[in-house]
Structure formats: structure tokens, C-alpha cells
Nanobody, 127 residues
Framework: QQQLVESGGGLVHPGGSLRISCAAS????????MAWFRHAPGKEREFVAT????????YYAESVKGRFTISRDNDKNAVFLQMNRLKPGDTAVYYC????????????????????WGQGTQVIVSS
């Protein structure tokens, strides 16, 4: 059974940093493109960042570019999102997503391209 479990969310002050993690099981992790999406209250779920199977290709939403860093550790079956200079607008439930791909360099930005999702971790940015 494929499973993604996010962790590391919490409350942080504006300007602060937080690192969230996603642990994968039941899949051959190195064969999967990974991504982070987020869902803020009153808004639709949106793309945040994606990373190809071997980390050769990475893409960010404009709203987080320069502040967030996605990375993965294929030996530990995990993907991470380092979030710096956090803003109140970053408040959301953050979801990890995965999809299998034959390409080592491809990535996707649409929700519909991902078929495995975690349960989410809450990030609140507030003073």
C-alpha cells in the first residue's frame, strides 16, 4: 500500500523558518516525481514545488521562489520543503504528492498529474 505521511508543520512567526517532511512507503521512491501543494482557507489547493526523480529538475511557484527549497533523499524515501522568510499568506495545509514517471528529469505542476497524496500538515504563520 502506497502511503505518504507529512510531518513538521506548526506555528511560526512571520519571517521565520520551518522544514516539513514527507515519508513515503509502499513504493519505489526513486521512480516517483514528488511535489508539494498547499490549501489555504477559502482558496483552492495550489502548487508549491516539485522535484524530479533524481533531483535534476526542480520548479517552484512564483509565490515561493527564492524562499522555499524542495529536496529529496532517495535513500531515506523522503522529500522535504524548507520554508524561509515565511509570510502570513503561506498559512495552509501542506500536502505531499507523488506520481510514477519513466523520466529522470521530468516534473509536473498540475494536481491531476499526481495519484498519491498524503494527509497534509498544517502550517500557520502568525504573530
Amino acid at each position: 500500500q502506497q502511503q505518504l505521511v507529512e510531518s513538521g508543520g506548526g506555528l511560526v512567526h512571520p519571517g521565520g523558518s520551518l522544514r516539513i517532511s514527507c515519508a513515503a512507503s509502499g513504493l519505489t521512491f526513486s521512480q516517483y516525481i514528488m511535489a508539494w501543494f498547499r490549501h489555504a482557507p477559502g482558496k483552492e489547493r495550489e502548487f508549491v514545488a516539485t522535484i524530479s526523480r533524481l533531483s535534476s529538475s526542480i520548479y517552484y511557484a512564483e509565490s515561493v521562489k527564492g524562499r522555499f527549497t524542495i529536496s529529496r533523499d532517495n535513500d531515506k524515501n523522503a522529500v522535504f520543503l524548507q520554508m524561509n522568510r515565511l509570510k502570513p499568506g503561506d498559512t495552509a495545509v501542506y500536502y505531499c504528492a507523488a506520481t510514477r514517471s519513466p523520466s529522470e528529469s521530468m516534473y509536473y505542476v498540475r494536481e491531476s498529474d499526481y495519484d498519491t497524496w498524503g494527509q497534509g500538515t498544517q502550517v500557520i504563520v502568525s504573530s
